[in-house]
């Protein structure tokens, strides 16, 4: 099984693509339990908040993970809740770090116009670039193999495709851009 999490800042165009992507393969992918718990209990989180994200993201991904898929797509991992913790409380637990990774990051850059839906929070572009630096220093600092992905909508798809082919394939398996 090969694993892909999408990760990046907020409304890079994740979701939306992981969904038509997934569809294309024929794939299963993880959904955000991050997104679920906040609009079920809003976004003023705190750290508990977060090991709970973390919890119940591992959980939804180790469930797919047992129908042994040839490609399972995450549209995030604890890592991006480690980036969260930071971004709110300075700080990150030992133990968003220490879940299982996966084989393969697509870093989304945030180049892209944002759009609020309720539960993102950071819009502003100082906070929005902050967070972004977050998310590519959560996956430098665990030295996870990434690549960036950027540009308009096409692009990105492009890109993403690029990547998850060459994953698939075997190529490119220690690839980092940074």
Not at 4 to 12: K, N, R, V
Not at 116 to 138: N, S
Not at 152 to 165: L, M, N, Y
Request: charged share 30%.
């Amino acid at each position: 099984m090969t694993s892909i999490c999408f990760h990046g800042a907020e409304s890079t165009g994740k979701t939306v693509l992981i969904r038509q992507l997934a569809e294309e393969y024929g794939c299963p992918w993880v959904p955000e339990y991050g997104r679920t718990y906040a609009e079920e209990r809003g976004t003023d989180f705190s750290m508990d908040d977060l090991l709970a994200i973390a919890r119940g993201q591992d959980e939804a991904m180790q469930e797919a993970a047992q129908q042994a898929p040839a490609l399972l797509m995450l549209d995030t991992d604890p890592l991006m809740t480690a980036a969260w913790a930071q971004m709110l409380f300075g700080e990150i637990p030992d133990e968003l770090l220490s879940y299982p990774k996966a084989d393969h990051y697509l870093l989304f850059e945030p180049d892209v116009p944002w759009k609020g839906d309720g539960t993102r929070m950071f819009g502003a572009d100082d906070a929005r670039h902050r967070f972004a630096t977050i998310a590519e220093d959560m996956l430098v600092r665990t030295k996870v193999p990434f690549t960036r992905v950027s540009g308009g909508w096409r692009d990105r798809e492009i890109q993403a495709r690029d990547a998850i082919a060459a994953r698939v394939a075997g190529a490119g398996e220690d690839r980092v851009d940074v």
